[in-house]
């Protein structure tokens, strides 16, 4: 069955001026517009197309894809603000997504951006924003483990971090004390979980956590080494931002990691700098 607000494999009904026509199913054959069609399709293809409404309220089918689907979060850019409907949004198709007036919470302006949940209004069915992120959120205990990698959407900053949206699912934290610079509202990131709070809450981490992050990132310091000639002129005094632009890691975990290194005699520090020994029986376990 197809799924409004999302792709979708559709087989070809029939062709015309207008472009091709797509069984969708209980929702009844959808344009493919000509200027979407692919030019090496075969008359046996299943089209991978994206349902939605174009501007005069038809359901279209399209081969390019939205900034969000339904069922996910996304940072999009207001476009227009209409006094009597709400807000239109861009989010990547060439008609702009609605922002009606009573999911906004806090009124927004053009030029803005804003996070929102993309859903189907259960009312008329058709796709919309909303920016009353709780509301979409899942209500399902997270199942997630201790060092899970996951993705997330920083959704603002408190006091304590910043929030974020874990896999368009659950809302969760990364404290300012574990982060080396600032993060900025709409940032998508990889990262972990670093634990489940029997209240559901999660707490994230922009580092794998124990043991399993250093192991890794002993051999991708070691490897950087190897390519560099045997020295590097990163140490405990390199800045939290170099850090990060050439590791990926907090300043703290190349820290521990170096750490592992000097102990198993496969770093010297050069004060600047880092040395590496020749150990060939080394390996991040031993």
């Not at 069984?23 to 293809?45: A, F, K, M």
């Not at 069915?125 to 920016?131: F, L, T």
């Amino acid at each position: 069955m197809a799924i409004i607000g999302k792709r979708n494999r559709l087989v070809v009904v029939r062709e015309s001026a207008s472009g091709l026509y797509l069984d969708g199913g209980e929702l009844g054959e959808v344009l493919l517009p000509s200027r979407y069609v692919p030019h090496d399709r075969t008359p046996d293809d299943r089209l991978d197309v994206f349902l939605y409404r174009d501007s005069e309220d038809r359901l279209v089918a399209t081969t390019e894809q939205p900034h969000a689907e339904v069922g996910e979060f996304a940072w999009l850019k207001v476009t227009d603000v209409h006094h009597q409907i709400g807000a239109f949004l861009d989010w990547g198709l060439p008609k702009d997504l609605l922002l009606p007036f009573r999911e906004q919470g806090i009124p927004v302006r053009a030029g803005q951006r804003v996070v929102v949940a993309v859903c189907l209004d259960p009312k008329t069915n058709r796709i919309m924003a909303s920016a009353r992120l709780n509301r979409h959120l899942s209500r399902e205990t997270p199942a997630y483990r201790d060092g899970q990698p996951v993705t997330f959407l920083i959704t603002g900053e408190t006091p304590m971090g910043y929030n974020a949206i874990v896999e368009n699912a659950h809302r969760g934290l990364l404290y300012r004390n574990n982060l080396a610079a600032p993060l900025l509202t709409g940032q998508v990131l990889n990262g972990f979980v670093r634990t489940v709070r029997p209240n559901g809450k999660i707490d994230l981490s922009l580092d794998a956590s124990g043991y399993k992050r250093v192991a890794s990132l002993t051999e991708q310091i070691v490897q950087a080494l190897e390519a560099g000639g045997g020295r590097l002129d990163f140490d405990d005094d390199s800045s939290p931002e170099a850090i990060r632009e050439s590791f990926g890691v907090s300043k703290k975990a190349f820290k521990q990691a170096l750490g592992k290194l000097y102990r198993d005699r496969r770093i010297a520090f050069q004060n600047p700098g880092i040395q590496l020994l020749d150990n060939s029986s080394w390996s991040p376990g031993n």
